[in-house]
């Protein structure tokens, strides 16, 4: 019998986040990524953290600071306030909180992330990553347009 994913998606583990983990399939949409990449906090995933960030941001990343990140907290839930599935053609929004316990009690963390859709997969755009781009260079997502005109609004 399988397990409840802990996306809290109400999904077994098997049909919900464990596929995208292993590279089976991919998220569909913005909800579906943000989902599994909490899941993916909550088990210590960071390689899955990083590969489901824009390719551009993934050398940037700090994989030691995620991994401590993730190990040091006591992760507690996940709400999804608000999926935006079309901000304009190429980028979704999911409005979240995500619970975790500390010695004061139970804290979350709320953010309004974007995502960003490359070949038909979703990536996330990482807005605490320092970009190195003028407005009018192509923008990083390989879209084609310029940067400004494209993921640069929600960075």
């Known amino acids: ?17 464990q596929p995208f983990h292993l ?68 980028h979704a929004q999911v409005e979240f909180k995500a619970y975790y316990l500390t010695s004061e009690g139970r804290q979350f963390h709320h953010e309004l992330s974007t995502f960003t859709c490359i070949d038909g997969r979703w990536y996330f755009l990482d807005p605490t990553v320092e970009i190195a781009l003028t407005m009018k260079q192509p923008c990083l997502c390989g879209s084609g347009k310029k940067f400004k005109q494209c993921c640069a609004p929600y960075l």
């Open 1 to 17: 019998m399988s397990e409840q994913c802990i996306c809290q998606s109400g999904q077994d583990d098997e049909n919900c986040c």
């Open 23 to 90: 590279g089976e399939r991919y998220p569909e949409n913005a909800e579906q990524l943000m989902r599994s990449r909490y899941a993916a906090y909550v088990q210590k995933n960071i390689d899955y953290i990083v590969t489901t960030t824009v390719p551009a941001q993934q050398k940037s990343l700090d994989k030691e600071a995620m991994l401590q990140w993730s190990e040091e907290t006591q992760w507690d839930g996940l709400d999804i306030i608000q999926h935006r599935p079309k901000v304009d053609k190429n």
